[in-house]
Structure formats: C-alpha cells, structure tokens
C-alpha cells in the first residue's frame, strides 16, 4: 500500500535522459523525497519507547563513556581551556551525522527494492531522502551541544556561524562516499557488511574522543587524509577559537578530498544507474 501511494505521486520517467534532464526530473521527484524522508523517520523510531529522544540519548551516553576513558583513565588533554566533555561532542555532532548519512545512504537503494522495481525515477531520490535521520539527529544533538555550553560558561563567539560550512563539508563527504557504495551495494551485497566496519574503525582514527593537537607534526599530512579530522577541527574551532585551532592544509585537502568523492559518487551512480533494476 505504501509503494502504490508513493507510485501514485510519479510521474514516469523516460531511461537515457540527458544529464540536465535529469536534474530537471530529479526536482520534479521532491514530493517522492519527501514522502521517503517522513516515512523513514516514522519507520526509525516506531514502537520505540522513547521514540526520537534515542537522538539525544545516543550522542549523551557515548560522550560520557569517551569522557571517562580517554580524561579520567587515560589522561589525555583537552584542547586548550575547552572542557573534555564538550570537545568530545563537539567531535560526535559531526562525525555522527557522517557515519549515519553514509550508513543510510549505502543501504537505501536496498530497502527500497519494491519502489526500484515498480516504476521509473531518478535514483538518486533514494539517497537524498535517506539523509532525513541523519539531518533530524544533527538538530538535536546540535542543540545539545549548544546547552552544554551554556552548562560550561562557554560564550556564543562569532565563528559560530561558520558551522553551517564545516557540516556542508561533512555532508559533501558522506553523500559522495554514499552514493557511490550504494550503487556497488546492488551488486556486490559485500558493501553492506565493509561500512558498518568502517565505520566503527574510523571513529578510532578521527579525533572524535582525543585532540587533534596530540598528532605529532610529521604524521599530519597522513592523518589529515582523512576528511573527517579537518571537519572535527573545524568544528570545535567555531565554538571556541581560543581553545582549539585550524590546520589548514588539512582542511584544503579536506575540502578537495570531500568534492572528488562527491564527484565520483555522481559519475559511477549516474553510469549504472539504468541497471539498478536488473540487479536489485
């Protein structure tokens, strides 16, 4: 029923589209992305005792559990005056929304196997409308991160406005890397098992839990290959540029590594997009 009222709303599209009557058809699905994104959310946090307040709970029980590790037991320093707490947030905000983008992303062609196979539209509709959960959790752990700092005394600077562009990096990222795996996801089911991996590995290489300033300097240009430690940095920089700082050939390399991936994603989607149906 819900795949007939979704049809419902299409218009049928046509395979082997030019690429600017793509995006033109693709615009034309946003009724579909939004349908997608409200029942993925309702779909998320159904028969869920405390529903979405799981998007608080998650990013406050990990802070705490990284805090006692990494301050308490290991003793490891924050950056500059900043409380631990709130550097370890300040890092889980937008490593959380990158790893839940992609997870999402990578498995929503999957999920989606019934609609694929009933009716023609732009694909990449599926990814887009999967970045609901990912967009939800980001607002409410954003507004944690911001009572936090009222909880610490720490004062709303003026880089704080600057959030937005290290998030839209993040976003540029997980949605390259996304679309691309899941395109390969149709084919190869193997993905869907390397991500979770990935993921779970990554967080130990990003400076979610510790510091980027405890990098020795001659192993910064390997550390920084991943996108993710520039937009961490930049992260804690908007709240506190006293405490925390920029390297900004990490962030270039950042900022190029996120666009290619986004780039790729796109040509290796939009190649075997029309054979997404045989597959699935």
């Known amino acids: 029923a819900a795949v007939q009222a979704m049809s419902a709303q299409l218009t049928v599209r046509e395979a082997g589209r030019t690429n600017d009557r793509y995006w033109r058809d693709l615009w034309a699905s946003r009724q579909l992305i ?158 869907r098992f390397i991500v979770p991996f990935l993921i779970q590995f990554g967080v130990y290489i990003t400076p979610v839990g510790f510091s980027s300033q405890l990098v020795p300097d001659q192993w910064k240009p390997i550390f920084y290959l991943n996108p993710m430690a520039a937009v961490i940095d930049g992260f804690r920089w908007s709240i506190d540029p006293e405490s925390s700082s920029l390297y900004w050939p990490g962030l270039i390399s950042s900022v190029l590594m996120c666009g290619a991936l986004l780039y790729m994603g796109l040509r290796y989607f939009r190649r075997t997009e029309r054979m997404f149906a045989d597959f699935i």
């Open 34 to 191: 939004q349908t997608l994104a409200l029942r993925d959310i309702s779909v998320r946090y159904r028969q869920s005792a405390v529903g979405v307040s799981w998007a608080l709970l998650r990013p406050l029980a990990i802070t705490v559990a990284f805090t006692f590790v990494f301050e308490k037991i290991a003793r490891l320093p924050s950056d500059g005056n900043m409380p631990y707490s709130l550097m370890v947030l300040a890092g889980m905000v937008p490593w959380m929304f990158f790893s839940t983008s992609l997870s999402d992303a990578t498995n929503s062609l999957i999920t989606n196997t019934n609609l694929i196979e009933k009716v023609f539209f732009p694909r990449l509709a599926l990814p887009i409308s999967s970045l609901s959960n990912a967009l939800l959790e980001l607002l409410i752990s954003t507004a944690l991160l911001l009572t936090l700092m009222l909880v610490y005394g720490v004062g709303f600077r003026w880089t704080l406005v600057l959030l937005p562009a290290f998030l839209a990096l993040a976003l540029l990222g997980s949605v390259g890397l996304g679309i691309w795996c899941a395109a390969i996801n149709v084919r190869y089911r193997d993905i």
